[in-house]
């Protein structure tokens, strides 16, 4: 079967379903995207990871890559390889000594694997044909609810969002922590 490699496009809050996320990949040099719904701590892990944060204590994503690491096995790849009844399944593609192992895994902990071993994901061709979408790139921006977001806090002081992010990152809530530095960045490189 053919294989489509996928890029994070986006981790946002879910449209459809509310508590929960979407992480948007997105078709190497195309324009289809595919849309998986996550939960909470998922999105936090994988946040986390794209934003190269360090935890206080590692996550169990972390302490998995650590133990993989620990006995030599490199993560080659995350294959989404079947989509049952709304439901993505994915393995994680390993190899040991020269030896190639499979192991199931949910989606979005795949996902959150991939970006810590920095390692491709791939689908199959059905799975993009049966649930795959193309968006516009303007449609996707106007509704991002991490852009609202992000816009009311652009009006408060750097030192403001400095405390806010000093307490995000008490509580663990890395999403919200990655959005406040990146506004932090942005209003500190706009005044110099």
């Known amino acids: 079967m053919k294989k489509v490699r996928l890029d994070i496009m986006a981790l946002s809050h879910s449209v459809t379903q509310s508590h929960n996320y979407a992480v948007v990949l997105g078709e190497e040099n195309g ?9 909470g701590f998922e999105a936090q892990a994988i946040a986390v990871a794209l934003e190269n944060m360090t935890p206080n204590r590692p ?3 972390d302490l998995f890559k650590n133990t993989l690491d620990a006995f030599d096995i490199e993560l080659k790849e995350v294959l989404i390889n079947n989509l049952l009844d709304g439901i993505f399944y994915a393995q994680l593609i390993c190899v040991q ?7 199931d895994a949910r989606t979005s902990d ?14 199959f061709e ?16 106007e509704k991002s609810p991490v852009k609202t977001k992000a816009t009311s806090m652009e009006d408060m002081s ?3 969002l400095e405390k806010l992010l000093e307490e995000a990152l008490q509580k663990e809530d890395y999403e919200k922590a990655a959005r406040l530095r990146d506004i932090i960045s ?4 706009s005044e110099s």
């Open 31 to 39: 324009k289809r995207r595919l849309p998986i719904v996550i939960g």
């Open 59 to 61: 996550l169990t994503h």
């Open 97 to 103: 000594d020269g030896n190639v192992m499979q192991v």
């Open 110 to 123: 795949a996902i959150a694997m991939a970006v810590r071993f920095s390692c491709p994901i791939y689908t």
């Open 126 to 141: 059905f799975i993009m044909e049966s649930a795959g979408v193309i968006l516009e790139e303007e449609e996707t921006q």
């Open 158 to 160: 750097v030192s403001s």
């Open 186 to 189: 942005g209003k500190k490189s």
